[in-house]
DNA sequence: TGTTAGCACTCGGATTATTGGAGTGCTAAC
DNA sequence: GTTAGCACTCCAATAATCCGAGTGCTAACA
């Protein structure tokens, strides 16, 4: 059977009322909508192949209907074309430059939260593709020395290394000098073992020492993938009863956000060349989730650092609002973290 | 009235089975203890008396009993008594020295959550009085300083200062040489305004360029108060009935669990000169948590850091257990951090 | 051939009765 | 001071009832 455009504009319509009431929705509901002027026994003869075409659900005999994942599949893929284009008009968002990450991270997941009603989450930037700028070694005390790694967008890192004897100020210098000078405007990635076993041979005699220092340094640089997540708005799920309603499931719901690696995954881009992806119910190959569905969206701070919107909700989200106001965050984002200063800022 | 032997009997007796159980608790349950050799009718006597003092309350006509605040609070005090000297076998926690205290602290707070089943939160430490151990500003780019700060405790920060006219090599060696020489070993508290204008006199004729300088290292130290406070296991509230039974009151609970202000105020210890203070209800003066208790204590890093944990539970905590933990876990932070160090006590 | 009115039927959700049992307070006897 | 006995209360769980929104189907109509 085919999705002409009566099939469609039914099927626009079932959605969109369901989206605001979140009620099976019923033949009669249509039939009243002054756009298409039909009786109800027609829009049940529709509706009757809109389910037979899998688009929609009745969840019990003599209820109204609800969309299933594959009508609001449909639905979010056209609403997507349509939107491609479109120019949104969302307020300004307060941002600015942050020396702390961190800071901008938790304000901007908190802003949309408190904007969409629904529990948001941000990963911090990733950086594989970043390069290193400038590092420092210094002197704390006889048996300390910290590490300072500063890589292209001022991600800072530190290292304190502790050592059995110490090394003096000459030393100090000397690997200062080599280490800038060998791993600088390396990427992250550039940085590995074999690369460091030749910076330990030109380091020479002292290797034994060194050796100790160069391993802490090249541990400190590609720590183990410390990605963050920052969420809010968790508890906006109470506010949507098909989530809320049964106890069980809000709580593993709510669970699922206080775990860093569901959430990750959740918000993996996998397989999508799209920056705006929407993944829906049975899509998300997660139980607790399975009433939900998930935007995400890259952002890009520039200097390669990229990482990762999600906004969850029930499966009646808003898509359209939520696809809007993350095109425009991310937008946002760009215009303020690379705007005319084509070559690199924090 | 008083509060004779056998009164105080049934009242813990009545507390405990409620904890236990989350019933009201009729007379005849507590007859039926082997302990106390009584009629029900007589505990119904009793328990008259009890709810007269008002250390125990009737729901409704013809229900069990359930301890009332007082009644708690009375139980709370005279555990910790009985406490106060014993020895508690909790299984070693894993804690080691962290380079990222960040890590150790999310991993106590997860700890505690499993093994309690409660909401657990934990402060980063504050230390207001911890010296600063050593500084370093560097070059990182024409128009860019990175400023390092280390201070008692291996606390690192960090600050990226932009400059619109650099500095040279030399000045900054100078500043590194002035600033260290002049604020190390002064704590925190101690580098106010009055310390950072003598030193931008100090600095002399270049005072335009390394008074931004002094201002952002200023600002740096003594940033904003950024204490952090990790949260885990939120979710266990869904184990007790009546906490989440009530979808508003869950959902309240959880959403004050994403804020860090009103948790912070929670583990206030002001007015508490004890290391382990419990809050019951209405004492905690916060509506979304009036059927909650909160236990919180103190831990001490050494270093003049210390910070807050606590724990969230149903006024019908296991008061016992919980006491017990906290006591464990800050004995072993202790031994760990300070081993070796018997000067001074949390 | 597509649309519509009409009608019998279904089913979930809300509301109302019904019941059982745990628990109390009181009284009188030990 | 303690206890047995009894009448009474009230919640919570279960069952019974009702209501109405919604459907599918059929027959008539344009």
């Known amino acids: 059977m085919e999705l ?7 099927l626009k319509a079932i959605i969109q009322t369901y989206l605001e009431t979140g009620e099976p929705v019923g033949s009669r509901t249509i039939s009243k909508m002054p756009e298409l002027n039909l009786s109800s026994a027609t829009i049940r003869n529709e509706m009757s192949d809109l389910e037979e075409m899998g688009l929609i659900i009745q969840p019990h ?10 009508g609001y599949r449909l639905y979010v ?10 120019v949104s008009q969302m307020k300004q968002v307060m941002i600015s430059r942050q020396d702390k990450m961190e800071l901008l991270l938790k304000q901007i997941v908190r802003y949309l939260a408190v904007n969409t009603n629904y529990a948001t989450m941000i990963t911090s930037p990733q950086y594989h593709r970043t390069k290193l700028k400038f590092m420092q070694l210094s002197i704390v005390d006889e048996e300390q020395i910290l590490a300072t790694v500063v890589a292209e ?3 800072v890192k530190n290292r304190i290394i502790h050592m059995e004897h110490g090394l003096n100020r000459e030393q100090v210098l000397q690997l200062n000098i080599l280490l800038n000078s060998r791993l600088n405007g390396l990427t992250i990635e550039q940085i590995n073992l074999s690369t460091i076993s030749k910076l330990k041979q030109e380091a020479g005699i002292q290797s034994d020492l060194i050796s100790q220092v160069l391993d802490a340094v090249a541990d400190a640089i590609s720590q183990e993938e410390d990605v963050e997540v920052y969420t809010s708005g968790a508890t906006n799920i109470f506010k949507y009863p098909e989530l809320s309603a049964d106890t069980d499931k809000a709580s593993g719901l709510i669970h699922a956000f206080e775990e860093k690696h569901p959430l990750l995954s959740l918000m993996d881009n996998e397989g999508s060349e ?3 992806k929407v993944s829906i119910g049975s899509e998300l190959q997660n139980e607790n989730m399975k009433d939900c569905s998930v935007v995400t969206a890259s952002y890009d701070l520039g200097d390669g650092m990229y990482g990762r919107i999600g906004i969850v909700g029930p499966k009646r989200m808003d898509y359209d609002k939520v696809v809007g106001i993350l095109k425009d965050l991310t937008g946002q984002l760009d215009e303020v973290y690379r705007n005319g200063d084509p070559d690199k800022q924090n």
């Not at 002409?4 to 039914?10: A, E, G, L, S």
């Not at 893929?77 to 479109?86: Q, T, V």
């Open 4 to 10: 002409d455009d009566r099939k469609w504009t039914i």
């Open 61 to 70: 005999t003599s209820s109204g209907r609800i969309p299933s994942d594959k």
């Open 77 to 86: 893929d056209r609403l997507m074309e349509e939107k491609e284009a479109e």
């Open 153 to 155: 967008g001022n991600v």
């Open 274 to 276: 799209h920056a705006i």
